[in-house]
């Protein structure tokens, strides 16, 4: 089984208000480095996306791929490789966990990535690690600057525009 890369980060807003930026695919070029553009291709009964097409953009791959969605609960949302040019696997997973009464998440991001072209484990494992950083500080920066998140973070000094994920 291939080996995968995670990280955490804490947001100052509600479970539901963090999923609610995560499934909001429409969005994502709006406040992600590497996506560039997002089309929903099929959703289910309850309106979430379980087909994505994404065009990305980040330095060393470039592609165009679609992914399945897998949601479980409202707290888990999974995803795995359909098609790609670039990529043999894309596999990965957002956590989420109440903290603090509810009013903070702890969002794990786990990702596998397996690229087509030859690449030493360890340069694939540094590209993981860069889009992971990437997508949770995006999120965290993107959810706490809605105009109806909870109280802003302490550290504003980043601009919005700064923000990257996958």
């Known amino acids: 089984m291939a080996e995968h890369t995670s990280s955490s980060i804490t947001i100052e807003a509600a479970p539901a208000e963090v999923m609610g930026v995560i499934a909001d695919f429409d969005r994502y070029p709006e406040w992600t480095g590497e996506v560039k553009e997002a089309e929903v291709l099929a959703t289910d009964d309850r309106g979430r996306a379980v087909q994505v097409r994404l065009l990305l953009d980040a330095g060393a791959i ?6 399945a969605y897998t949601w479980t609960g409202a707290d888990e949302v999974s ?33 596998t990535v397996d690229v087509k072209i030859p690449m030493l484990g360890m340069i694939k494992r540094k590209a993981e690690k860069v889009i992971i950083e990437r997508a949770l500080e995006g999120l965290k920066r993107r959810v706490e600057s809605r105009p109806d998140a909870g109280p802003a973070p302490a550290d504003e000094s980043a601009p919005a525009d700064e923000a990257k994920k996958l």
């Open 79 to 111: 995803w795995s490789l359909v098609k790609s040019q670039m990529l043999r696997a894309l596999d990965g997973s957002y956590r989420l966990a109440a903290l603090k009464d509810g009013t903070v998440t702890e969002v794990t991001y786990q990702l």
């Open 62 to 67: 470039k592609d165009d791929h679609t992914l």
